[in-house]
């Protein structure tokens, strides 16, 4: 078992540009998770998938904002015209459905600086 | 030694003593909490869970403690070790509110040596 892996650990881009993030879950996890993380804060959550639907997004998870799980595995994160505002840790998580109390695992995480 | 959580977002102690890290948390529903420890860096690491039927649950030199009454959670670390300084959240998962987790802000452990 490998874990959560995410890739690009870094990224700096320039305002305006457009991003991807990739989170590869732990396997046969059916749930994956996007968080973001400012300086000093928890993990907020952005949005989840169970298998390849998307289930619930958040309202920090603006228009700019896209994310897919194609076909139930990996997942991307795609921020168009990227803001300063922007900047952030953005954590992947996965879990395996029992029951109310499943446990996310997360992934290392993307720190992203927008200049 | 011992911390309110967010109101004394770090903690230092003494290699060897037990620390206690306090959490309070929001949601009254909540049925499901967790602590993660995170290190610079890197993503948050699961420590220890507990359902809202258990008022107590044992690990590896850590022991999760729930009030329910006063909504109160916390973290107990036996003979902290170096290697335990990170930052600790608690999250908690309400019931009715999907799948999400709601973390608290954080308490940053120091051991001093």
């Known amino acids: 078992d490998t874990g959560v892996s995410q890739n690009p650990r870094h990224k700096i881009t320039k305002r305006g540009q457009n991003v991807t993030f990739r989170c590869d ?3 046969e996890h059916n749930r994956l998770y996007w968080y973001r993380q400012t300086l000093g804060q928890g993990p907020e959550f952005l949005t989840y998938f169970q298998n390849e639907a998307q ?3 958040s309202r920090l998870l603006s228009d700019r904002f896209s994310a897919e799980r194609p076909k139930g595995s990996f997942s991307t ?3 168009q015209r990227t803001e300063q ?3 952030a840790m953005y954590l992947c998580a996965s879990s395996l459905r029992i029951d109310r109390a499943e446990t996310q695992y ?4 993307t720190r ?3 200049l | 030694g011992e911390s309110v959580g967010l109101h004394l977002p770090t903690l230092s102690v003494q290699e060897g003593d037990n620390s206690i890290i ?3 948390y929001s949601n009254s529903a909540s049925d499901y909490f967790i602590w993660y420890k995170q290190e610079s860096g890197k993503g948050p690491q699961f420590i220890i869970d507990i359902r809202s039927n258990m008022d107590k649950r044992q ?3 850590v022991t999760v403690l729930l009030n329910k009454t006063v909504k109160h959670l916390s973290l107990q670390i036996a003979a902290t070790q170096p290697g335990d300084s990170a930052v600790y959240f608690c999250a908690e998962k309400p019931t009715g509110g999907g799948n999400k987790l709601t973390f608290g802000t954080g308490t940053q452990l120091k051991v001093e040596l």
């Open chain 1, 77 to 79: 994160l795609e921020i």
């Open chain 2, 22 to 24: 306090n959490c309070a």
């Open chain 2, 59 to 61: 690990g590896q030199r």
């Open chain 1, 112 to 114: 992203l600086l927008v």
């Open chain 1, 55 to 57: 289930l619930e997004k």
């Open chain 1, 25 to 27: 879950p732990i396997s």
């Open chain 1, 106 to 109: 997360f992934g290392p995480g």
């Open chain 1, 85 to 87: 505002g922007d900047s």
